[in-house]
């Protein structure tokens, strides 16, 4: 089966960094997209950042665009996103979530994902 764990967040200032942590098994670690997405209370879900092991694309939703970065350590099988110089309105849950029976590339409207994580917290304080 598929399993993804989303771990890493945190109480963090303004100014601050976190890197999130999305351990996953169960697929090919080289057939894939993983996504990350957040959720503020009262917010809609949202992207946040997309790497696809098919095409090596990565893609970040504009406001953590030179903030956030997506990567992977094939050996581990973990996706990670390093969060940087973080602000209040980046407090949210966050989830990690896999497309492994869709196209595995990472969709500019950030459709179609397999199989979600458990979410991690991320706070932010003024």
């Known amino acids: 089966d598929v399993q993804l764990q989303a771990s890493g967040g945190g109480l963090v200032q303004a100014g601050g960094s976190l890197r999130l942590s999305c351990a996953t098994s169960g697929f090919t670690f080289d057939d894939y997209a993983i996504g990350w997405f957040r959720q503020a209370p009262g917010k809609e879900r949202e992207g946040v950042s997309c790497?696809?092991?098919?095409?090596?694309?990565?893609v970040y939703v504009d406001s953590v665009k030179g903030r956030f970065t997506i990567s992977t350590d094939n050996a581990k099988n973990t996706v990670y996103l390093q969060m940087n110089s973080l602000k209040p309105e980046d407090t949210a849950v966050y989830y990690c979530a896999a497309d492994i029976l869709g196209r595995k590339v990472c969709r500019s409207d950030w459709g179609h994902y397999d199989y979600w994580g458990q979410g991690t917290q991320v706070t932010v304080s003024s």
């Open positions: 790497i696809s092991s098919v095409d090596s694309k990565t």
